[in-house]
């Protein structure tokens, strides 16, 4: 079973009428999802699409969602998932980067991502509301492409703190072994319902909630936008029995006012990724609700699950568990050598599920990858009973409410600004998202009468709504090094 459609099939000839994807009262059965997927393949034979080439699909998790992913790969051809919040001119460059030939969108998202296709001369397929019968009219294709194990199935877009958004290639392999893995990690059959509330776009809600789910014949209870009340309704009226969330989703339902009310008694498991977990959260958790909550540690490059504190295995609060199986974890220096147990490095990870490297982009692959062995970019400590501890982040990457906003791509839409001079963007601490996105800037001479909410308004219309920042600040001046470089560490919030 070499590409991953085949997990959609599989469960779809053993599980015809069970429900894979629910949404309120909308209900579609495995059956129904393969079947869909299917046209999808016959809309991109009929498109002029061939096997290899990328597909763009910018949706929120929606019903229809599920089939276009699998029909894009059933067909041979590789999954451009794209975050349904970026902007025109975001939209354009991951296609162009890409080299996608064809782009789905969800409805709600149309504007900005018909924007960005016209920029790259591609057709765009609306997800709307006659979506289904325009399926209808392509001629299903019943057979999964072949596919080497090796090979793309699907680009998700990352960053550093330098460049732009470069694609991490992920193959088959890498994401079916990841899925099977967390099925045993968080012990998925097909009597279980996952609540999916993480967005299928982004690696977590992909591998740990939808590839898992449908790899078991479980089924997948979404929300489209995370709402702690609505979540909670959702707990109750499907007897969710897994839930995985970032943080943020677990301050928001210990939040919920009569939370007490609400028979959530089905719930065993809970995962949580994407930042760090505050102690006091896990231990008002484990107060709250009869059910285990796991932390663990992944990244876009790995798949993303290689650590987690396992339910039959040591589990310590605060650390991000130990090694899963299949992946090497090692704490090195700026060398690459593994450091003494107890003392911070780098972390580094090699095994099956690291990408197979970044899309078109040797020169970044070569700088993260040496021998084998990713290097994350994260300082830890392992102990000595191999538990892995996350220290602090090497790069001066920020993470709000579970999203990875990258300083310099906000920096650069800041120097757009025709009244700012000089910008820096960095994180501050925030009890609810992790943390929050802080610009320092310093306004040309004569531009006195510009505001700090002007400022903020222009970024918010030209980037996606989660990296904005929430405050600006307007300074005198800026600390810098000998070089003129701004040195982000003595700016004071």
Request: charged share 25%; aromatic share 8%.
């Amino acid at each position: 079973m070499s590409n991953l459609a085949n997990i959609l099939t599989r469960s779809a000839s053993t599980a015809q009428d069970k429900v894979a994807i629910k949404m309120d009262d909308i209900e579609l059965s495995y059956g129904v999802i393969d079947g869909l997927s299917q046209r999808v393949a016959g809309l991109l034979r009929a498109s002029g699409i061939l096997p290899g080439d990328r597909v763009a699909l910018v949706s929120p998790n929606i019903p229809a969602m599920p089939a276009v992913y699998y029909g894009i790969l059933r067909y041979g051809a590789i999954v451009v998932p794209l975050n349904p919040l970026l902007k025109g001119r975001e939209v354009e460059y991951h296609l162009d980067d890409s080299g996608a030939k064809l782009a789905f969108a969800f409805e709600g998202v149309l504007e900005q991502v018909r924007a960005g296709a016209a920029a790259s001369g591609i057709d765009v397929v609306s997800m709307d509301a006659s979506f289904a019968k325009l399926l209808g009219e392509y001629e299903p294709i019943a057979d999964v492409a072949p596919a080497d194990p090796s090979g793309t199935a699907v680009i998700l877009y990352t960053s550093g703190t330098t460049g732009r958004p470069k694609g991490a290639e992920l193959t088959h392999h890498n994401l079916l072994s990841n899925a099977e893995l967390s099925r045993r990690l968080f012990r998925i059959d097909a009597d279980d319902v996952l609540f999916g509330g993480l967005p299928f776009f982004h690696i977590f809600g992909q591998t740990c909630a939808l590839n898992a789910a449908v790899s078991a014949a479980a089924t997948l209870t979404i929300l489209p936008k995370f709402d702690p009340v609505k979540a909670m309704d959702i707990l109750q009226r499907d007897h969710v029995t897994i839930f995985l969330g970032v943080p943020t989703m677990y301050i928001g339902l210990l939040g919920v006012p009569d939370r007490d009310s609400y028979d959530v008694s089905a719930l065993r498991v809970a995962a949580s990724g994407g930042a760090a977990l505050p102690l006091e959260v896990l231990h008002e958790f484990g107060s709250a609700f009869d059910a285990t909550l796991l932390e663990g540690y992944g990244l876009s490059e790995t798949s993303p699950v290689v650590s987690f504190n396992q339910l039959d295995g040591i589990r310590k609060p605060g650390s991000i568990g130990t090694a899963v199986s299949g992946a090497e974890l090692r704490i090195v220096d700026d060398d690459g050598a593994p450091v003494p147990t107890g003392e911070v490095g780098e972390l580094a990870v090699a095994g099956e599920y690291v990408m197979k490297g970044y899309w078109r982009n040797p020169e970044a692959t070569e700088a993260a990858i040496s021998d084998g062995w990713f290097r994350t970019g994260d300082m830890a400590r392992m102990d000595a009973d191999n538990v892995f501890f996350i220290v602090d982040r090497k790069k001066d990457m920020i993470l709000r409410g579970g999203y990875n906003v990258y300083p310099r791509e906000v920096e650069e839409v800041l120097y757009e600004h025709e009244a700012v001079s000089e910008a820096a963007v960095l994180g501050q601490p925030d009890d609810t998202q992790g943390e929050e996105v802080v610009a320092v800037v310093v306004l040309k001479e004569g531009a006195a009468a510009v505001t700090e909410d002007q400022i903020r308004d222009f970024v918010a219309e030209r980037v996606a709504a989660y990296k904005y920042p929430r405050r600006v600040v307007i300074a005198d001046e800026l600390p810098k090094g000998p070089t003129g470089k701004i040195l982000k560490r003595d700016i004071k919030l």
